[in-house]
């Protein structure tokens, strides 16, 4: 059972912007804090921004103010608002909960060109 759908990935230049969306099933969204995570080609999956339910985010690092973490609670969705992306934000996003303990799913493809 698809417990979240991520979308909105693409191939963009450096310098540009990307919106993801992850919609969530509501009894999830409502009981844990959501996250970004991103693992690029031959690296670990990493974790890049997380929001609890009542709007307190944490970023990693290399975020440097460039990536925001918002959610939608009527929409059951958290969106992760990507600015000023570099080539080295390539890779496969993905949305969980921050414990890691729902299923992986397929994420969202981000490719940024130089």
């Known amino acids: 059972q698809v417990q979240q759908v991520e979308s909105g990935g693409g191939l963009v230049q450096a310098g540009g912007s990307l919106r993801l969306s992850c919609t969530v099933s509501g009894s999830i969204f409502s009981r844990n804090a959501m996250a970004w995570f991103r693992q690029a080609p031959g690296k670990q999956r990493e974790f890049v921004a997380a929001i609890t339910s009542y709007g307190t985010t944490r970023y990693t690092d290399f975020v440097e103010d460039r990536f925001t973490i918002f959610n939608d609670a009527n929409k059951n969705t958290v969106y992760l608002q990507m600015v000023s992306l570099k080539p080295e934000d390539t890779a496969v996003y993905y949305c969980?909960?921050?414990?890691?303990?729902?299923?992986w799913g397929q994420g969202t493809r981000v490719t940024v060109s130089p």
């Open positions: 969980n909960t921050i414990l890691e303990n729902i299923p």
